[in-house]
């Protein structure tokens, strides 16, 4: 099932859009993307919304980006802001719903065979990457 936000549109159009009703910047390198299957759409649009959501929600940043990325035959999506961070191992705040945001991104990006990496730490923002195949494994 795709997401509606992706019926009839693009992943790199869908989280153009996402950004903007965010009002976060987004970037996308090249200029110009290959289309992807379904399920990797799918996949990394969620991982971007449930990001950006906790950036928005906790990190207090001025300024957030959103870039999709296609080196080679691998595809990645990176949500960074320069928010107040937080100590990896810990949820921001109190909320265990933002823990199991950041298990369901890790597990949607290994259910694509991909890998997720958060690197933050308090007062120096959060970026967030997940990384995928191009083809669903």
């Keep these: 099932l795709r997401a509606a936000p992706l019926e009839g549109r693009t992943l790199p159009v869908a989280l153009a859009a996402l950004a903007a009703e965010a009002d976060v910047r987004f970037e996308m390198e090249p200029a110009a993307q290959p289309p992807l299957p379904p399920a990797v759409e799918v996949g990394l649009y969620r991982i971007a919304q ?28 990176t949500v960074q802001d320069d928010g107040q961070g937080f100590t990896i191992g810990e949820a921001s705040g109190d ?24 690197e933050s730490s ?14 669903r494994p």
């Excluded at 265990?96 to 991909?114: D, I, P």
């Design 50 to 77: 449930e990001a950006l959501q906790n950036a928005l929600r906790h990190a207090a940043a001025s300024r957030i980006v959103l870039r999709l990325e296609t080196p080679s035959d691998r595809v990645r999506l």
């Design 122 to 135: 308090p007062g120096a923002g959060t970026r967030i990457t997940a990384e995928v195949p191009r083809s």
């Design 95 to 118: 909320s265990t719903a933002s823990r199991f945001g950041l298990v369901g991104m890790r597990e949607r990006a290994r259910l694509l065979g991909g890998s997720f990496q958060i």
